[in-house]
């Protein structure tokens, strides 16, 4: 099976998210979706290893409530060792699931920052990614910088459609005590 790996903190599941998911499984050609929830980004501070499994079980929650979507919440970075590099998750799928293709799904802004990760070379080769859009980022030209380090490099711009919300907007405007729930997944 072809399975894309879309892997994040999702600390709110939102509507962005399900249009991706979305996209994944009924534009992109992908079997399903494993959506990974996990623990601590290493490269991000401000949210706690320790809410991952209550993250990991409203995002249960959420798929739950979009019948038929052909997304699966795995919790296998919860049983992980810290630090959560992609790169151990990817290799800890494979070798769960040997006779699976794992492509990794990220936006363009961790596309642009993707020589912070650890052994990115690897990711880009072995596994490659697909990066959906974002606002600010100039795909093609982050695109085109990696593939002039390394051409070998599988890197897939998904045509998919923006939804102009994130996760910290919808925690900011919850905080000022305002309804968020049309944004929610």
């Not at 991706?20 to 494993?34: F, H, N, R, W």
């Not at 929830?37 to 739950?64: C, H, M, W, Y």
């Not at 790169?87 to 363009?108: V, Y």
């Not at 070379?121 to 100039?138: I, M, S």
């Amino acid at each position: 099976m072809n399975i894309a790996v879309y892997s994040g903190s999702f600390n709110p599941l939102h509507i962005g998210h399900l249009a991706i998911m979305k996209y994944l499984t009924e534009e992109a050609g992908y079997d399903c979706v494993y959506l990974i929830v996990s623990p601590k980004n290493p490269l991000k501070d401000g949210i706690s290893s320790a809410t991952g499994r209550e993250r990991f079980e409203a995002a249960q929650e959420a798929v739950r409530r979009h019948k038929g979507l052909k997304v699966k919440t795995d919790d296998i970075e919860l049983s992980m060792p810290e630090p959560h590099y992609t790169i151990r998750t990817l290799d800890a799928l494979k070798e769960r699931e040997p006779d699976n293709h794992f492509t990794f799904i990220m936006g363009a802004d961790n596309l642009a920052g993707i020589r912070k990760w650890r052994e990115y070379r690897r990711l880009l080769t072995e596994f490659g990614c697909a990066v959906y859009p974002r606002q600010g980022h100039d795909l093609a030209a982050i695109k085109g910088d990696l593939l002039n380090e390394d051409p070998s490099y599988r890197i897939n711009i998904m045509n998919a459609k923006m939804v102009d919300i994130s996760s910290s907007e919808i925690r900011e405007g919850q905080a000022r005590g305002e309804d968020m729930s049309a944004w929610l997944m």
